[in-house]
């Protein structure tokens, strides 16, 4: 028989083991070992601890333990502490979330009230400082009297003016509530001038009447009228008052009527 036909029965290979470098393995070594233990271990803790945190989160804010129980209202005199203290709206509400933007604005919504803040005081009140409106002055419309403050909000009725306080005659203006705001021009204008006349041209003013038409006419206590009209170029109407009074005199002008409104053609009648 041919030999190279002579069978040899099965035959075995030898497999080649692969190194796990080649698997695609990273080798490492023991210190390498040791850090990526460390890390896992590090990332573990904060897992846990972040889920603990939560759950200490979500306990406190079902607790009652911090949930709005005391309201306190301070600087409130004329403004209804009562009143102020249940627009509040949140008792009961959770320390940690309430948002008091709503209840700050509500109020502010006060005739009364100039400003509001809220703040907490941890674990369970909160306060409500409040800034009133002072009384200025008098708004006078048809034949009703309205106490205003100095930004010209209407007070609420009861409320008094300051002794020897501006009154402005509002010539032809509609009735008011507490809390609307009269001309504000008007305003501004008669406090500027109540504050500047006196020193300037030594005489006081005596009565302040406003109309949408003419603006602002004042009475003073020389006997004459000054029409000032709105609040543009107040010091240059000022000087020219000034100086018409100069000039003329005051025993002149007794009687007369200066109209300042219209800049460079004042009209004396």
């Keep these: ?110 005739p009364q009230v100039k400003s509001v803040q809220i703040e907490r005081h941890w674990p369970d009140s909160i306060t409500v400082t409040v800034s009133e409106r002072q009384p200025w002055g008098t708004w006078i419309a048809g034949s009703t009297a309205y106490v205003i403050d100095d930004e010209g909000i209407v007070l609420p009725p009861g409320t008094a003016a300051p002794d020897g306080s501006l009154t402005i005659h509002a010539v032809a203006a509609p009735a008011l509530t507490a809390g609307d705001h009269v001309a504000q021009d008007a305003v501004d204008l008669s406090k500027a001038l109540v504050a500047e006349v006196p020193p300037k041209l030594q005489l006081n003013i005596t009565e302040v009447d406003w109309s949408e038409a003419s603006g602002l006419t004042l009475k003073t206590d020389a006997g004459y009228t000054v029409v000032i009209g709105d609040s543009d170029n107040m010091e240059y109407k000022l000087a020219v008052w000034q100086q018409i009074d100069s000039e003329l005199g005051r025993d002149s002008m007794s009687g007369h009527v200066l109209d300042l409104r219209f800049g460079e053609r004042p009209s004396f009648q």
Aim: charged share 25%; hydrophobic share 45%; aromatic share 8%.
């Design 1 to 110: 028989m041919d030999k190279r036909h002579r069978s040899h029965g099965p035959i075995f290979r030898r497999g080649v083991r692969r190194s796990p470098a080649l698997r695609g393995e990273v080798l490492m070594d023991d210190e390498t070992r040791r850090r990526v233990r460390r890390a896992h271990a590090k990332k573990l803790v904060s897992i846990i601890f972040g889920v603990m945190f939560g759950l200490v989160l979500v306990g406190l804010y079902f607790s009652p333990f911090f949930r709005v129980q005391n309201v306190n209202v301070v600087g409130a005199t004329d403004a209804d502490v009562g009143q102020i203290a249940d627009l509040v709206h949140s008792k009961g509400s959770s320390m940690l979330t309430a948002n008091f933007a709503g209840a700050e604005a509500r109020i502010g919504s006060l």
